[in-house]
C-alpha cells in the first residue's frame, strides 16, 4: 500500500485518478482537496455554538447549514477515495446523471 499515491474516483467521469493530478486527465474536472468543506465545518463549529448558547437560532441554522455541507462534501470524497482503492470491488458503473456541476 503506497501511502504517496492516493486515488480517488472522478465525481465527473466516475474514472479512477490520482488525486496529486490536480485535475482529472479524463474530463478535466478539477480535484478538489479537503480544505474548502474541512473549513466549512469549522467555520459552522464556530458558529454554532456561540449562536445556540446564546439561542439565536436563526444565525444557529446558517451554523448547521455550514456544517452538513462541509461533512458532505467530506462523505462524498472519502467515499470516492474509498472506491478508488485497489482491492476495492465496489460497482463503479453506476452512471447517476449528476446534475449538480461542481460549486
Ligand atoms: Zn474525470
Given at each position: 500500500?503506497?501511502?504517496?499515491?492516493?486515488?480517488?474516483?472522478?465525481?465527473?467521469?466516475?474514472?479512477?485518478?490520482?488525486?496529486?493530478?490536480?485535475?482529472?486527465?479524463?474530463?478535466?474536472?478539477?480535484?478538489?482537496?479537503?480544505k474548502g468543506p474541512a473549513t466549512m465545518?469549522i467555520i459552522?463549529?464556530?458558529?454554532?455554538?456561540?449562536?445556540?448558547?446564546?439561542?439565536?437560532?436563526?444565525?444557529?441554522?446558517?451554523?448547521?447549514?455550514?456544517?452538513?455541507?462541509g461533512?458532505?462534501?467530506?462523505?462524498?470524497?472519502?467515499?470516492?477515495?474509498?472506491?478508488?482503492?485497489?482491492?476495492?470491488?465496489?460497482?463503479?458503473?453506476?452512471?447517476?446523471?449528476?446534475?449538480?456541476?461542481?460549486?
Open positions: 500500500m503506497s501511502e504517496g499515491d492516493k486515488r480517488i474516483i472522478c465525481r465527473r467521469c466516475h474514472e479512477n485518478i490520482s488525486m496529486t493530478l490536480g485535475t482529472c486527465p479524463h474530463c478535466g474536472a478539477e480535484i478538489k482537496g479537503l465545518v459552522g463549529l464556530v458558529v454554532l455554538v456561540p449562536t445556540v448558547m446564546e439561542g439565536m437560532w436563526w444565525l444557529a441554522v446558517v451554523g448547521l447549514a455550514l456544517l452538513f455541507g461533512g458532505y462534501f467530506i462523505y462524498d470524497k472519502r467515499t470516492r477515495m474509498k472506491r478508488a482503492e485497489p482491492g476495492q470491488t465496489a460497482p463503479v458503473e453506476s452512471p447517476e446523471p449528476e446534475s449538480e456541476a461542481e460549486a
